[in-house]
C-alpha cells in the first residue's frame, strides 16, 4: 500500500473540504479549488481530516493512489497558506517591470518581452532589489509552471551567470578560455 495514500490529509481551521461524486472541492481564505480525481480511488471527509483509499489493488489504483492524496493536499495548503516562488534576474542591463496584467521583460534581445500574467496569478518586485520577482497564488502547479516558463526565456549561462533564476538555485559556473602563453602553442 502507498505510504504517502495511507497518510489522511489534516484540514485546518478556516478550510472546508466537500466531496461530491467524483469532484473535491477545497475552499479557504485565499481562494477555492475544486479536483475531479479518478475512478480508481475514493475520497472522504473524516471529521477533520481527508482519507484517500484505492478500490482494488490494479497497478492504476495503485499508482493513483498516493497522487490523489498529495493533489488534494497541496489543494489544501494552497487555499490556507499559498505557494510563491522567487526569481531573480542577473544581468547588465536586464530588468523585470509588472504593468497591470503583463509583465514586461528586458533579457538583452533586441525587443522587450511581454508575458501576461495568468489569471489566479500575483506577481511583485521586491521594493529594494527590483531584479527580484515573486510569483504567487494558490495552485502549486500553475505557479511552478508560470515561474519555469519565465525562466526559460533566458535561462542561467555558466560563465557570467547571466540569466533568469530561481532564487534558491545553485548555477555551477565554468571558468573561461585560458590564455595560452608563448611559444607553448608551437611547442607541440
Do not use: C, W
Not at 492524496?69 to 536586464?94: C, D, P
Not at 535561462?155 to 608563448?182: F, M, N, Q, W
Amino acid at each position: 500500500m502507498s505510504r504517502i495514500g495511507r497518510k489522511p490529509v489534516a484540514i485546518p481551521n478556516g478550510v472546508t473540504v466537500t466531496v461530491s461524486g467524483q469532484t473535491v472541492s477545497v475552499k479557504g481564505s485565499k481562494g477555492a479549488l475544486t479536483y475531479a480525481f479518478l475512478p480508481e480511488v475514493t475520497v472522504k471527509v473524516d471529521g477533520s481530516q481527508v482519507v484517500v483509499e484505492r478500490k482494488d489493488d490494479s497497478d492504476a489504483a495503485r499508482a493513483r493512489h498516493g497522487l490523489t492524496r498529495q493533489l488534494i493536499e497541496n489543494m489544501v495548503r494552497g487555499v490556507s497558506e499559498g505557494y510563491k516562488k522567487t526569481l531573480e534576474v542577473i544581468g547588465v542591463g536586464y530588468k523585470v517591470q509588472v504593468q497591470g496584467k503583463k509583465l514586461i521583460l528586458n533579457l538583452g534581445f533586441s525587443h522587450p518581452v511581454e508575458f501576461p500574467i495568468p489569471e489566479g496569478i500575483a506577481m511583485s518586485q521586491d521594493e529594494k532589489n527590483k531584479n527580484l520577482l515573486t510569483v504567487q497564488g494558490i495552485d502549486r502547479q500553475l505557479v511552478g509552471q508560470v515561474a519555469a516558463d519565465i525562466r526559460d526565456f533566458r535561462l542561467p549561462e555558466p560563465y557570467k551567470g547571466k540569466g533568469i533564476r530561481y532564487s534558491t538555485e545553485k548555477v555551477r559556473r565554468k571558468p573561461g578560455k585560458a590564455a595560452v602563453g608563448k611559444g607553448a602553442a608551437g611547442a607541440a
